[in-house]
C-alpha cells in the first residue's frame, strides 16, 4: 500500500521589481531545476499545487528577459518580483576559424548570500556560429561553458554588464580540437570487463 500525501498550493504573483508591472509567462518551478512548475498568467498570478517541503525547500522564477529570482519556502504565498537580466553574445569559431553551428551553451551563475543564489541558462548556436542566451542575473559573475561534437569543451568566465543590465559581447570565441581518449577496462583478474560505464 502507497500512501500519498496531500500537498499544499504556493501561489502569488510574478512582477516587474521596477514598475511593478504583472509578467504573463514566467515559470515558477521546485528547487534549480524548477521542476514540477507553473507558468503565469496575464495577471501575473501563479498556482504551484504539490509542495511538501521534503527534499526541496526552494521556489525559482525564470522569466523572458529578466534574472532569475529564488526564495526558500517560509508559507503558502510568494510575490517574486524580477528585475531585467543581462544577454550574452559572441560567435563559436573551428581552429579553422569556420563557425560552429549547433553548439551546446550554458551560463551559469553561483554566489553564496544567505545560501547559495545560482542563475543558469541555454541555447544553440546558429548556422552562422553565433548565440544570444537572454535572462542572466544582473547581480552575479557567470561562467559560458560551449560543447560541439568534435571540439573540446571550453569554458569562459564573464561579469555582469557595466552598470545597469545590458548586453555582453564575448566576440569571435576559437573552440579548441577534440581529443578521443581510448583504453580498455579490465577485472583484477585481467579479464576484459564488459558494459562498465566510463566518465570523463
Known amino acids: 500500500v502507497v500512501t500519498l500525501t496531500e500537498g499544499r ?31 503565469s498568467g496575464v495577471d501575473g498570478r ?30 503558502d504565498v510568494h510575490d517574486f518580483e524580477l528585475a531585467p537580466g543581462d544577454s550574452v553574445t559572441g560567435r563559436l569559431l573551428g581552429p579553422d576559424g569556420r563557425p560552429v553551428a549547433g553548439a551546446v551553451l550554458s551560463t551559469i551563475g553561483s554566489v553564496q548570500r544567505q545560501g547559495q543564489q545560482i542563475c543558469s541558462r541555454s541555447g544553440l548556436s546558429g548556422n552562422d556560429g553565433r548565440f544570444l542566451l537572454e535572462g542572466l542575473r544582473h547581480d552575479m559573475p557567470h561562467t559560458l561553458v560551449a560543447m560541439a561534437e568534435g ?40 579479464k576484459p570487463a564488459p558494459r562498465i560505464e566510463v566518465i570523463l
Not at 504556493?10 to 507553473?38: L, Q, Y
Not at 566576440?171 to 579490465?186: C, H, N, Q, W
Open 46 to 75: 501563479y498556482a504551484l499545487p504539490g509542495w511538501l517541503g521534503k527534499g526541496v525547500n526552494d521556489l525559482h522564477c525564470v522569466a523572458d528577459g529578466y534574472g532569475r529570482a529564488q526564495w526558500v519556502v517560509d508559507g
Open 151 to 190: 571540439y573540446g569543451r571550453y569554458l569562459l568566465d564573464f561579469d555582469p554588464h557595466p552598470e545597469e543590465a545590458g548586453t555582453i559581447d564575448l566576440g569571435d570565441i576559437t573552440l579548441p580540437e577534440g581529443r578521443t581518449i581510448a583504453g580498455r577496462v579490465v577485472a583484477h583478474d585481467g
Open 9 to 39: 498550493t504556493i501561489n502569488g504573483r510574478v512582477i516587474d521589481a521596477e514598475t511593478h508591472a504583472p509578467i504573463a509567462g514566467a515559470h515558477i518551478g521546485m528547487n534549480w531545476v524548477m521542476e514540477p512548475f507553473a507558468v
